[in-house]
């Protein structure tokens, strides 16, 4: 009997040890993710922070990457605050009403030349004096981005004035960059990044605005044959990493600093430093597919900085009415980038 008692005890001990050595998760988040799985972003970003939160927490908060999307791109930012995934990501300009209205910081020309630089002081200046968080209603904000600077990327025709756009069919990804191309005669369309290709090689569109990482990622190279450069950027798209605010209060304070920890501007330099890794990759593929690229014209930039400067302007006014200074924002964010305008 009591070698049986003291078996079972020391069976007991074991198991406990080993029970004790092993981290179990609490919490299990699910990312819906509506990017290629293969995308630099997914793989250079995504991937790596869901892994640096299980190893932050300890194991008791892991996320599961979805490798297909519960929803449209569109729809990610709702899904998110609705709790039909616990975390996503995407871009503020493919909801279109206006409650991302002071994210419109991040889409407007002349911002920075890379993507790390970008992303830093889009998250410093967007969370910061224009209150980001308020604009995300239903979600905890753990991640705010840019990617490379844009450019305008065709199959036509060299641009060097307004008229040489003029007419041009130019895919855009919504926001800023829509109305500007607007304005300087293309015809712009709406589609997600996934489409292009085929629209591209159909004829449906004669070009994108993209920064270069597109023409890998994307496989555009054979279907373009010139991109226009603007210093610091023709535009940009400003990108969101949202969790479900329900989910978020139900982990613990001390997971909740972890996490916080390796987000925010830990995130934006992590999925910057993606970006910039992918538009090396997309320069390459320009060159090789033999895509002629040019800078714009001291001409054609002095025109797209004057509309800018009246888009900006109307950003600014507007939300001026909830106290926010768009203009001290503006030149707060360039000066983190370095660019002169």
């Known amino acids: 009997m009591f070698q049986g008692i003291q078996k079972l005890a020391a069976t007991t001990a074991v198991l406990t040890g080993l029970f004790a050595g092993t981290a179990f998760a609490e919490t299990e988040l699910v990312m819906s993710s509506w990017l290629p799985p293969r995308h630099p972003i997914v793989v250079g970003a995504m991937k790596p922070w869901a892994k640096q939160i299980e190893e932050v927490t300890e194991g008791r908060v892991t996320v599961r990457i979805l490798a297909r999307p519960l929803g449209a791109p569109p729809a990610h930012y709702d899904m998110a605050a609705e709790g039909v995934a616990d975390i996503t990501y995407g871009l503020h300009s493919f909801t279109t009403d206006e409650r991302f209205q002071r994210s419109r910081i991040g889409q407007f020309s002349f911002l920075g030349d890379d993507a790390v630089s970008g992303s830093v002081a889009f998250?410093?200046?967007?969370?910061?004096?224009?209150?980001?968080?308020?604009?995300?209603?239903?979600?905890?904000?753990?991640?705010?981005?840019?990617?490379?600077?844009?450019?305008?990327?065709?199959?036509?025709r060299k641009i060097e004035t307004k008229e040489d756009i003029a007419g041009l069919k130019i895919r855009t990804p919504g926001g800023y960059i829509a109305d500007l191309m607007g304005e300087l005669g293309a015809s712009t369309l709406f589609m997600s990044s996934g489409e292009v290709y085929e629209k591209l090689s159909r004829g449906v569109?004669?070009?994108?605005?993209?920064?270069?990482?597109?023409?890998?990622?994307?496989?555009?190279?054979?279907?373009?044959?010139?991109?226009?450069?603007?210093?610091?950027?023709?535009?940009?798209?400003?990108?969101?990493?949202?969790?479900?605010?329900?989910?978020?209060?139900?982990?613990?304070?001390?997971?909740?600093?972890?996490?916080?920890?390796?987000?925010?501007?830990?995130?934006a330099e992590l999925v910057g430093t993606a970006w910039n890794g992918a538009d090396e990759k997309g320069l390459a593929a320009a060159n090789e597919a033999g895509i002629q690229i040019d800078e714009a014209p001291e001409a054609l930039v002095a025109t797209i900085a004057e509309l800018a400067a009246g888009y900006e302007k109307a950003w600014s006014d507007a939300i001026a009415a909830d106290g926010f200074d768009g203009a001290a924002a503006l030149t707060a964010l360039r000066a983190e980038t370095g660019v002169e305008y």
């Open 123 to 156: 998250w410093n200046v967007y969370s910061g004096m224009l209150d980001a968080q308020a604009e995300h209603k239903g979600t905890k904000v753990l991640g705010l981005f840019v990617h490379g600077p844009g450019m305008l990327h065709n199959n036509t």
């Open 205 to 267: 569109i004669d070009g994108v605005t993209f920064p270069y990482d597109a023409i890998a990622a994307f496989n555009l190279g054979g279907d373009l044959t010139n991109t226009t450069k603007v210093p610091g950027g023709l535009y940009n798209t400003t990108w969101f990493l949202v969790m479900n605010e329900g989910k978020w209060n139900e982990i613990s304070a001390e997971d909740q600093a972890a996490i916080e920890s390796i987000s925010g501007k830990a995130f």
